[in-house]
Nanobody
Framework: QLRLVESGGGLVQPGESLRLSCAAAGFSLEVYAIGWFRQAPGKEREGILCISSRNDAMYVEDSVKGRFTVSRGNAKNTVYLQMNNLKPEDTAVYYC????????????????????????WGQGTLVTVSS
């Protein structure tokens, strides 16, 4: 069974940073496109950052551009979301998802949720930004 496990969420003050981890259990993320999504209270889930399996295509949602970045761990089974200069409006449950059949040409669609059902989802981790 393929699983993703997110960690690293918590309570931070505006302007601070957090790094979320997304670890694959039982498989390697090397051939998977990765997406980071979030769902704020009372809002629909949105895709904020998606990257192709070979890291040669990326989509970054405007509200996080310049503040959030994604990277893959050396072990090929962990992906990180580095979040800097956090704002109260970043408060949400953050999810990672992986899909082996999303090509780099459809990375934006992956984040938009309109390409195909993604194969694996994590359980989410809560990020709260508040003073």
């Amino acid at each position: 069974q393929l699983r993703l496990v997110e960690s690293g969420g918590g309570l931070v003050q505006p302007g601070e940073s957090l790094r979320l981890s997304c670890a694959a259990a039982g498989f390697s993320l090397e051939v998977y496109a990765i997406g980071w999504f979030r769902q704020a209270p009372g809002k629909e889930r949105e895709g904020i950052l998606c990257i192709s399996s070979r890291n040669d295509a990326m989509y970054v949602e405007d509200s996080v551009k310049g503040r959030f970045t994604v990277s893959r761990g050396n072990a090929k089974n962990t992906v990180y979301l580095q979040m800097n200069n956090l704002k109260p409006e970043d408060t949400a449950v953050y999810y990672c998802a992986a899909d082996s059949l999303t090509p780099k040409s459809r990375i934006q669609a992956m984040c938009g949720g309109g390409y195909r059902p993604l194969e694996v989802w994590g359980q989410g981790t809560l990020v709260t930004v508040s003073s």
